[in-house]
């Protein structure tokens, strides 16, 4: 009878004081956490929806820019798109670095080919300069006699028309030959005749001073000068064979008739014009 009166007592306090505070009793199954809770309260609408946010949800995210839809913007590329189209930016520069290359190597080739053309070329055109003779040799000359001088072979080499080399009398055949040091190219041969000159001769050219190509055969020949040619390479006595080509160090004027029969070769000065460069274009 205690208890019954006890809880009585108990259940009368609660409701005076409900009534004093002017408040009915909270129904604690509205704060139950529960699944079932949870989807009576979005049937009736007693919380926002899960794709609304709340004001202060909606400032904050203001805030710090993670709200676009709020802000206006377009919504941007997600973390991944944006790191994909880093990625193929950085690939199309690969791409374009290895274009560069292609390219630079296409250039190192021409320019590679261009080099091997020039080497492959590199000869000139020939030249027609007087050649440097470093030495003469004969098959005989004229010794020293009463009245006369030697005629040895140089004196047709030295740039001096009033002197001259002088064979032996009466032979066949006679030559000289002309020394350049190294093998050239000629173009044309000059020669200024005494008067014994050659009616046949060649005009050959040599390696080795042993086996000899003719450039030039010429058959009756009857101009020479008994007398020093004073106008030198200008006189009309004056002899040049041009439009010749041959490549060697020796040149050689080898006669084989006489003009004069009593007497044997004499020449007051020969040359030779070219290149110093046997190797060059003609």
Not at 104 to 131: F, I, N, P, Q
Not at 175 to 202: K, M, S
């Amino acid at each position: 009878m205690r208890r019954t009166c006890a809880w009585g007592s108990a259940a009368l306090s609660a409701g005076a004081l409900a009534g004093v505070l002017g408040c009915s009793l909270i129904n604690l199954d509205a704060f139950d956490p529960s699944p079932d809770a949870s989807r009576a309260r979005d049937d009736v609408g007693a919380s926002d929806a899960p794709d609304e946010t709340t004001p202060g949800d909606d400032a904050r995210d203001v805030a710090t820019g993670d709200s676009t839809a709020e802000t206006g913007d377009e919504p941007g590329p997600s973390d991944d798109d944006a790191s994909d189209a880093t990625q193929d930016v950085a690939l199309e520069g690969v791409a374009s670095s290895d274009e560069g290359g292609a390219s630079d190597g296409g250039t190192d080739a021409t320019r590679d080919a261009g080099d091997a053309g020039m080497e492959a070329g590199d000869t000139h055109k020939c030249g027609a300069t007087v050649l440097a003779a470093k030495a003469a040799i004969a098959s005989s000359f004229q010794p020293a006699g009463a009245g006369n001088v030697a005629l040895p072979a140089n004196l047709a080499i030295d740039n001096d028309f009033s002197t001259r080399w002088g064979s032996a009398l009466e032979t066949d055949p006679s030559w000289i030959y002309v020394d350049f040091g190294v093998p050239v190219f000629v173009g044309e041969v000059d020669i200024l005749w005494q008067n014994a000159c050659a009616t046949n001769y060649d005009i050959d050219i040599s390696s080795d001073a042993q086996t000899w190509t003719a450039m030039k055969t010429v058959i009756g020949n009857n101009v020479g000068d008994a007398i020093p040619p004073t106008a030198g390479w200008t006189a009309p006595q004056a002899l040049h064979y041009a439009g010749l080509s041959g490549r060697g160090r020796y040149v050689r004027v080898n006669g084989t008739a006489r003009c004069l029969a009593m007497y044997g070769y004499s020449i007051w000065e020969m040359r030779a014009l070219g290149d110093p460069d046997s190797t060059c274009n003609p």
